[in-house]
T-cell receptor, first 108, second 116 residues
Framework: GQNIDQPTEMTATEGAIVQINCTYQ??????LFWYQQHAGEAPTFLSY????GLEEKGRFSSFLSRSKGYSYLLLKELQMKDSASYLC?????????FGKGTRLHILP | ETGVTQSPTHLIKTRGQQVTLRCSSQ?????VSWYQQALGQGPQFIFQ???????GRGNFPPRFSGLQFPNYSSELNVNALELDDSALYLC???????????????FGPGTRLTVL
């Protein structure tokens, strides 16, 4: 994934909080996306961070540190429907490049 | 609903054949990107078109080519198909620059290509 790294799999419990990390190479960086993808479906947009800091959207929050080449997606009050792959993608020189994704398993 | 459609939904081809996949959008956009997604992997960037010109390409050979048309539709063509070309092919569009949603990239549902 062109130096975009995220864990392959994670497991969490319904109702809990989980943080999915992403690190990336900073050259040509313009912004960072997070997408959710359920099995057999297309990715759906969750967030886009351009500036440092935390952006909150309901149960989902995304954080960016440009100097560290680091982002995380925070999911609160986990629900079974949150079982999916979460894709970190970097806008690099106006091209959007994806990591390999993190498969999140939610246990009841 | 993203307003992005792709056809066909599924396709089976044999090695050596050629395939054309299509993508269209209901509303204006100026950038369309194509991705290949193998099972269990993230989408791999194939190329991108801006106002009908290719303006970026990933690590894919020249037998992968594309077109973008003035009516918001786009094509991905793959020649001399190989077994490893079996994957989900996704197109994604970005809206016009002067809208607040420019930075959102909307995906179509994808075309599942199987090469036998």
């Amino acid at each position: 994934g062109q130096n975009i790294d995220q864990p392959t799999e994670m497991t969490a419990t319904e109702g809990a909080i989980v943080q999915i990390n992403c690190t990336y190479q900073t050259s040509g960086f313009n912004g960072l996306f997070w997408y959710q993808q359920h099995a057999g479906e297309a990715p759906t947009f969750l967030s886009y961070n351009v500036l440092d800091g935390l952006e909150e959207k309901g149960r989902f929050s995304s954080f960016l540190s440009r100097s560290k080449g680091y982002s995380y997606l925070l999911l609160k009050e986990l629900q079974m429907k949150d079982s999916a792959s979460y894709l970190c993608a970097v806008n690099r020189d106006d091209k959007i490049i994806f990591g390999k994704g993190t498969r999140l398993h939610i246990l009841p | 609903e993203t307003g992005v459609t792709q056809s066909p939904t599924h396709l089976i081809k044999t090695r050596g054949q050629q395939v054309t996949l299509r993508c269209s959008s209901q509303s204006g956009h100026n950038t369309v990107s194509w991705y290949q997604q193998a099972l269990g992997q993230g989408p791999q960037f194939i190329f991108q078109y801006y106002r009908e010109e290719e303006n970026g390409r990933g690590n894919f050979p020249p037998r992968f080519s594309g077109l973008q048309f003035p009516n918001y539709s786009s094509e991905l063509n793959v020649n001399a198909l190989e077994l490893d070309d079996s994957a989900l092919y996704l197109c994604a569009i970005r809206r016009e620059v002067n809208t607040s949603s420019y930075n959102e990239q909307f995906f179509g549902p994808g075309t599942r290509l199987t090469v036998l």
